[in-house]
């Protein structure tokens, strides 16, 4: 693709720019600018045991905590990282803001308790055409900043899912219930599982791999997405 001449030209002389709107220079330790930072989202959830992302799951799973970073919203700055994150392969930016919220989510007893981190996987055939699960970005930010495992094998999506974008809550809740499976159930055993995904919208991917983990015996699951859907 070609860009105007004062695009190369800018980025000949700044090529460090905010990996959000890609016109102002990162604040130190950070790859977004100090405006982006501000404008972000922030559910501060993980500060409120009964919150609404908890609320989502009642009468379904049972949930220890539960968590999302941002409110996702049309047209907001939420939406926009994630879909750079996604579909522009900007994969450092789902690592930072898991190791931003991994430092959070530490200010909480119950999620401070985790013992290893999954993050909720994509299709063998999905992963490879997009080069990465945005997921296991995110769960890996976490896991460094929270100081514990991030595993990426365990949880097995078998069944290739069309797109959800155009389906109802009972279509989708069919259409997840026995997608997933767990591998190596031993080394799950009694532990305390932080679930993560990119988003949470009706929460029927999340509630499907729930289930398939608490078949394993003594297991306790927690959540968190980088951002929730109102
Ligand atoms: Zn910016």
Same mark, same amino acid.
């Given at each position: 693709?070609?860009?105007?001449?004062?695009?190369?030209?800018?980025?000949?002389?700044?090529?460090?720019?905010?990996?959000?709107?890609?016109?102002?220079?990162?604040? +130190?330790?950070?790859?977004?600018?100090?405006?982006?930072?501000?404008?972000?989202? %922030?559910?501060?959830?993980?500060?409120? *045991?009964?919150?609404? !992302?908890?609320?989502?799951?009642?009468?379904?799973?049972?949930?220890?905590?539960?968590?999302?970073? %941002? !409110?996702?919203?049309?047209?907001?700055?939420?939406?926009?990282?994630?879909?750079?994150?996604?579909?522009? /392969?900007?994969?450092?930016?789902?690592?930072?803001?898991? +190791?931003?919220?991994?430092?959070?989510?530490?200010?909480?007893?119950?999620?401070?308790?985790?013992?290893?981190?999954?993050?909720?996987?994509?299709?063998?055939?999905?992963?490879?055409?997009?080069?990465?699960?945005?997921?296991?970005? !995110?769960?890996?930010?976490?896991?460094?900043?929270?100081?514990?495992?991030?595993?990426?094998?365990?949880?097995?999506?078998? *069944?290739?899912?069309?797109?959800?974008?155009?389906?109802?809550?009972?279509?989708?809740?069919?259409?997840?219930?026995? *997608? !997933?499976?767990?591998?190596?159930?031993?080394?799950?055993?009694?532990?305390?599982?932080?679930?993560?995904?990119?988003?949470?919208?009706?929460?029927?991917?999340?509630?499907?791999?729930?289930?398939?983990?608490?078949? *394993?015996? /003594?297991?306790?699951?927690?959540?968190?997405?980088?951002?929730?859907?109102?």
């Amino acid at each position: 693709m070609l860009l105007p001449w004062n695009t190369y030209f800018i980025q000949l002389f700044f090529p460090d720019l905010c990996h959000l709107c890609e016109r102002r220079k990162p604040l +130190r330790g950070h790859g977004l600018c100090g405006h982006c930072l501000a404008r972000l989202p %922030y559910t501060h959830y993980h500060l409120w *045991v009964d919150n609404p !992302f908890v609320e989502r799951f009642w009468g379904r799973i049972p949930l220890y905590a539960g968590a999302a970073c %941002y !409110f996702f919203r049309k047209g907001g700055l939420a939406r926009h990282l994630i879909h750079r994150l996604k579909y522009e /392969g900007k994969k450092e930016l789902g690592i930072w803001v898991g +190791r931003q919220y991994g430092r959070q989510l530490m200010e909480n007893e119950l999620f401070a308790g985790a013992d290893c981190i999954v993050p909720v996987p994509l299709h063998k055939k999905k992963e490879l055409r997009r080069g990465f699960n945005q997921s296991a970005c !995110f769960a890996e930010g976490l896991a460094e900043s929270m100081n514990v495992p991030c595993l990426t094998r365990v949880l097995q999506r078998k *069944v290739y899912t069309d797109s959800q974008t155009r389906k109802t809550q009972i279509e989708r809740l069919r259409n997840v219930e026995h *997608v !997933f499976a767990v591998r190596q159930k031993s080394s799950l055993e009694g532990r305390h599982v932080l679930l993560v995904d990119d988003v949470l919208t009706t929460g029927a991917t999340l509630e499907a791999c729930a289930l398939a983990l608490l078949k *394993v015996p /003594g297991v306790r699951i927690s959540m968190a997405t980088m951002a929730i859907a109102e």
